[in-house]
Antibody, heavy 117, light 111 residues
């Protein structure tokens, strides 16, 4: 049974870079699937951020593309999210996911990241 | 503004059936047959209910079904149960851009 666990700072200052890591257990990240990130501002809906295939090809939400980088580390069985130049609007629960290009079948529990000075 | 429009809320009584609509506001989204639906209980991660319009992952109750007509996809929940009270989100995948877009979400209240 695959499990995903997000980790990273819960507080980030405005204009800095948000960095999160998703550790995958129960499945080798290099064996396939798309690995992605989705976020949810407090009290609001879900927003797709992007995903990466085990081979390294990435797809990003056009509205975030200029600030987002998703990378994969098969040696650690982890993948990561970097979001630069953050503002208060980036405050959200961030979920890491496993799935296909068109849907997410497994989700982490989510981690709240607050952008504040 | 989302490219997928869902009603903000729907309600129904136990045992009844309800339908949540998801209407695409752009042609590329509306032309997609890669629509998925997620259920989210408060404080929990979303759960995949349906993919590719009407396919259920293993373990999802057959009370959940999906369909699509033109630019509108629909999620139907039959035999409504108290545990179905949650937020529901549709997602459309556009193959030409390899991107996903979420609907705004619908809060289901079981009366």
């Amino acid at each position: 049974q695959v499990q995903l666990q997000e980790s990273g700072p819960g507080l980030v200052k405005p204009s800095e870079t948000l960095s999160l890591t998703c550790t995958v257990s129960g499945y080798s990240i290099s064996s396939g699937y798309f690995w992605g990130w989705i976020r949810q501002p407090p009290g609001k809906g879900l927003e797709w951020i992007g995903n990466i295939y085990e081979g390294g090809s990435t797809n990003y939400n056009p509205s975030l593309k200029s600030r987002v980088t998703i990378s994969i580390d098969t040696s650690k069985n982890q993948f990561s999210l970097k979001l630069s130049s953050v503002t208060a609007a980036d405050t959200a629960v961030y979920y890491c996911t496993r799935g296909q290009s068109r849907f997410q079948s497994n989700w982490g529990q989510g981690t709240l990241v607050t952008v504040s000075s | 503004q989302s490219a997928l429009t869902q009603p903000a809320s729907v309600s129904g009584s136990p045992g009844q059936s309800i339908t949540i609509s998801c209407t695409a506001t752009s042609s590329d989204v509306g032309g997609s047959n890669s629509v998925s639906w997620y259920q989210q209980h408060p404080g929990k991660a979303p759960k995949l209910l349906l993919y590719d319009v009407s396919n259920r992952p293993s373990g999802v109750s057959n009370r959940f079904s999906g369909s699509k007509s033109g630019n509108t996809a629909s999620l139907t929940i039959s035999g409504l149960q108290a545990e179905d009270e949650a937020d529901y989100y549709c997602v459309s995948y556009t193959s030409s851009t390899r991107t996903q877009v979420f609907g705004g979400g619908t809060k289901l209240t079981v009366l």
